[in-house]
């Protein structure tokens, strides 16, 4: 069984502050996970997914995510915020290449000016 | 490389009434997902295909939905007797056959109102 937790729904940092969002996973076996990004009334984008080779993995628009085992935790950053980066976030993971996604429940990330 | 499209992309209909919607992945890709997701929630997995083969179906996916992709290319979802619970935005994702780690891409989703 898979299952992710987003703990924080919704995190609010001013324009060129850090961004955490936080993903811990749970899985049986060695996981894939990934980041996807939501903007409003649309489909997800993928940010960046970590498949068992590096363990910080850099992805689009600046953002990148350590992998920890020890921790079972794919946090999200980017060291400085955009306006553009206001959207919903979502970790995921995978058990395999033919398998599921298993979304956790998202984080809405507002950037203020 | 056109990516994946959803037809129509939004949907209001009455309690009762069936509702079927389309989903054409992107080309080459022989896997296709279909998603759930309500309101302040995460996607839900509902079903998957490997070519025309079904190969998945969630818990989610009582006996009034009923997928299909006849010749493994578009995929079309069928909600019969809708109900107001089944109001929410249905996303359809595909990934090709030579990706090992499940990356899936996206459509822009369905968005479902039930009256």
């Known amino acids: 069984a898979q299952s992710v937790t987003q703990l924080g729904s919704h995190v609010s940092v001013s324009e060129g502050a850090l961004v955490l969002l936080r993903c811990n996973y749970s899985?049986?076996?060695?996981?894939?996970l990934f980041w996807y990004v939501q903007y409003p009334n649309q489909g997800l984008q993928l940010l960046l997914k970590?498949?068992?080779?590096?363990?910080l993995v850099k992805g689009i628009n600046g953002f990148e995510a350590e992998f920890k085992k020890s921790e079972t935790s794919f946090h999200l950053t980017k060291p400085s915020a955009h306006m553009s980066d206001a959207a919903e976030y979502f970790c995921a993971v995978s058990l395999g290449s033919n398998y599921k996604l298993t979304f956790g429940k998202g984080t809405l990330l507002t950037v203020n000016p | 490389d056109t990516g994946v499209s959803q037809d129509p992309r939004h949907k209001i209909t009455k309690r009762g009434q069936n509702v079927t919607f389309r989903c054409d992945p992107i080309?080459?890709?022989?896997?296709l997902y279909w998603y759930r997701q309500t309101l302040g929630q995460g996607p839900e997995f509902l079903t998957y295909f490997q070519n025309e083969a079904q190969l998945e179906k969630s818990r989610l996916l009582s006996d009034r939905f009923s997928a299909e992709r006849p010749k493994g290319s578009f995929s079309t979802l069928e909600i019969q007797r809708t109900e107001q619970g089944d109001s929410a935005m249905y996303l359809c994702?595909?990934?090709?056959?030579?990706?090992?780690?499940?990356?899936?891409?996206f459509g822009p989703g369905t968005r479902l109102t039930v009256l």
């Open positions: 994702a595909s990934s090709p056959p030579w990706i090992q780690y499940n990356e899936q891409f």
């Open positions: 970590y498949t068992s080779a590096a363990t």
């Open positions: 899985s049986s076996v060695p996981p894939y």
């Open positions: 080309s080459e890709h022989n896997r």
